[in-house]
């Protein structure tokens, strides 16, 4: 499965090619990104980290981290 990864506001892309059954904080944590400091959103909506992996294109907003 493939999925592209888009930040918000800068356009850079990350492609992820992971198995059936890994999540968006599996992606994250595979390209170095902390899960508590990005947002996910398809389709204009917001996406829980815990999802499984099922749409091809998704934004990430960076955050700060509350530590």
């Not at 506001?9 to 902390?34: C, K, M, R």
Request: hydrophobic share 35%.
């Amino acid at each position: 499965m493939l999925c592209r990864f888009t930040f918000i506001p800068d356009g850079n892309v990350l492609v992820y090619q992971g198995q059936p059954g890994e999540t968006y904080e599996d992606a994250l944590l595979s390209f170095g990104i902390n899960p508590d400091a990005a947002l996910l959103f398809a389709g204009g909506r917001s996406l829980p980290q815990d999802k499984k992996i099922e749409e091809e294109e998704v934004g990430i907003f960076l955050t700060s981290s509350r530590g």
